[in-house]
């Protein structure tokens, strides 16, 4: 199991920043004219939110397949990484418009903080019993 920690940053809160990034992963695949009503708040990832508030963070799965649809627009979902450089930007839009599928670990920015189950508890996200 692992997390990627989702930062506030001067354009969104934390948990709009990482609705936003869950929404525009699933639009890889599906995207926003092509989909149906039930489509409409469609996410790859589940979300949490630290109990003290604030702060959230995406669950993902690094192997997870997703399937690049031809007419993919990433523009809000490049929107949500301003502090990634320019030539990685550029090198994941052409991997992800180039491709038919792709695992989600190859396109994780390099600035993104992933955390493992133990940091999540160690700093409590939640209890180990979960």
């Keep these: 199991m692992s997390y990627i920690l989702i930062s506030a940053n001067d354009d969104h809160t934390s948990q709009e920043r ?15 004219a092509m989909q149906h009503d039930y489509q ?6 589940g979300l949490v939110e630290h109990p003290d508030g604030g702060d959230w963070a995406m669950h993902i799965q ?3 397949v997703i399937y690049c649809h031809d007419d993919v627009d990433l523009d809000r979902l490049v929107g949500a990484f301003p502090e990634v450089p ?3 930007v550029a090198t994941l839009r052409s991997l ?4 038919d599928k792709i695992e989600f670990s190859q396109i994780i920015p390099s600035t993104a903080t992933v955390r493992d189950h133990d940091y999540m508890v160690d700093n409590g996200w939640f209890t180990e019993s979960i």
């Design 96 to 99: 992800i418009e180039s491709s």
């Design 62 to 64: 690094e192997d997870w």
């Design 40 to 45: 409409a708040d469609g996410t790859v990832f």
């Design 18 to 32: 990482a609705e936003l990034i869950t929404r525009e992963l699933y639009n890889i695949t599906a995207p926003e």
């Design 86 to 88: 320019a030539d990685e």
